[in-house]
């Protein structure tokens, strides 16, 4: 799998698109071995007969434009690089809306588009790529919060609080998302992913929808809610 896909990201998820790649390869199925036949002079086969190569696809009694469109289309590899280019980040910006732990997000991240790479087969076209591999990561950020909790029960495992913001750190650039993140924590899971597709995903009502599994009215709803908590909680906020 080529490297370069990391460079349409934010750098900061680059190691995040390198380690799944890793992943992705390391469980990828090993590929067959296509026989060589031996040389002209009756010896052993040369050094091509021990190279791994794909099983080409049968393309016997294919039309010209059947074959000619079955080798246009992308590799698996080809398709997770893509996920990855196009929706890594949206991924880790709505895990992390629900698990609220930056290692954690990484995590429910790189099994979130392992999880669609996988699936792809399956996918219907019902919704939006997009929309779809969105659930996925809602799904499992939520399953995986749901899973540390019953994890964590002694107190003494539980995560600290996050450190309160450094005097370094009160500075005009970053003060206003610090301001923005601790206001996100008075809501629930459900509400702040909602925020999220809406404000900084900027999709549609019908689509944040469509991609929570939740009723319109609902997403309506808590939206007005969270921005009602949001504004009471950033009140008096000055730069």
């Known amino acids: ?55 080409p696809p049968d393309t016997v009694g294919q039309s010209p434009a059947t074959e000619t469109a079955s080798m246009s289309e992308p590799t698996p590899e080809e398709q997770l690089e893509e996920l990855i280019r196009d929706h890594l980040d949206a991924v880790y910006r709505v895990a992390f809306s629900v698990v609220r732990d930056n290692a954690l997000a990484e995590d429910v991240a790189q099994d979130a588009i392992l999880k669609a790479w996988r699936a792809l087969p399956t996918f219907r076209g019902e919704s939006t790529l997009r929309s779809w591999l969105l659930r996925i990561t809602h799904n499992t950020a939520i399953s995986t919060i749901r899973r540390r909790r019953e994890e964590l029960r002694d107190p003494l495992l539980l995560p600290e609080n996050p450190a309160t913001t450094t005097t370094e750190k009160q500075v005009v650039d970053s003060l206003s998302a610090d301001a923005f993140e601790d206001a996100l924590d ?54």
């Open 1 to 55: 799998m080529s490297a370069l896909v990391v460079s349409g990201i934010a750098p900061s998820l680059d190691a995040l698109a390198r380690r799944i790649l890793v992943m992705a390869s390391i469980n990828t199925p090993t590929p067959t071995i296509s026989p060589v036949p031996a040389t002209a002079g009756g010896g052993a086969a040369d050094e091509a007969s021990t190279r791994w190569s794909p099983k």
């Open 186 to 239: 008075h809501l629930d899971e459900l509400s702040r992913s909602i925020v999220v597709l809406r404000e900084i995903e900027g999709m549609s009502y019908e689509e944040i929808s469509e991609t929570l599994e939740v009723p319109l009215p609902t997403v309506k709803t808590r939206l007005l809610r969270a921005r009602r908590t949001l504004a009471g909680a950033l009140e008096g906020w000055r730069p």
